[in-house]
């Protein structure tokens, strides 16, 4: 059974600049979250889908926004990039949502903003 | 706002002694607790789940406990092994949905 797959694993933006990540979750699994990872925040939530509707969200600005594919696959943007977005951005797939059952991870992908 | 207090930043221990680990959580009353081990520039795994009126699982060598009056948890690894070394972080449910709150996890070093 393959993993969690999270394209492209590492990249480089310009402030300013947009960038579009993509995870493709489990197969079967119907709810994807999205998390971002730095030294001094920790992980933070940003949002979870669920079969193409967005049923959490975090405290991020409106600049990270996300989407669903019917095949489960998911996507998340940021516009306007800032320094501070540098980070590593998980995702990870569940059956019924990562509270309740166990979250599986991708490897993530490596976001630098210079 | 719901907050995660996991005891140290970085623990040592000798090969073969048992790891503790504690989790404090505040402001929340969460339905399900799960434990992840991260390695570095990798994702967390998943090792163990347990809900809120379940007072211990077990799983190999790993014992995790959940004390909802205490509004703590323990994670213990039994017999440990330098292979164990790694992040651990634990985690709550929250709104029994898609949301987890992650601690800021401990770094377990096990020196042979």
């Known amino acids: 059974k393959a993993g969690v797959t999270q394209t492209p694993r590492y990249l480089i933006k310009t402030r300013g600049q947009q960038v579009t990540l993509s995870c493709s979750p489990i197969?079967?699994?119907?709810?994807v979250s999205w998390y971002q990872q730095t030294p001094g925040q920790g992980l933070q939530f940003l949002f979870e889908y669920f079969s193409e509707t967005q049923r959490n969200k975090g405290n991020f600005p409106g600049r990270f926004s996300g989407r669903q594919f019917s095949n489960s696959r998911s996507e998340m943007n940021v516009s306007t990039l800032e320094l501070g977005d540098s980070a590593l951005y998980l995702c990870a797939s569940s059956l019924a949502g990562t509270g309740m059952t166990e979250a599986f991870f991708g490897q993530g992908t490596r976001l630098t903003v210079v | 706002s719901q907050k995660i207090e996991q005891n140290s930043e970085a623990l040592n221990i000798q090969e073969g002694k048992t790891a503790t680990l504690t989790c404090n959580y505040t402001n929340y009353s969460p339905a399900y607790l799960q434990w992840y081990r991260q390695d570095p520039g990798r994702g967390p795994v998943f090792l163990l789940l347990i809900r809120e009126n379940e007072k211990e699982k077990r799983k190999e060598r790993l014992k995790v406990t959940f004390d909802t009056t205490l509004k703590q948890s323990l994670f213990h690894i039994t017999a440990s092994q330098p292979a164990d070394s790694a992040t651990y972080l634990c985690a709550l449910d929250y709104n029994q949905g898609g949301k987890l709150i992650f601690g800021q996890g401990t770094e377990l070093s096990v020196k042979p």
């Open positions: 197969s079967g699994h119907r709810s």
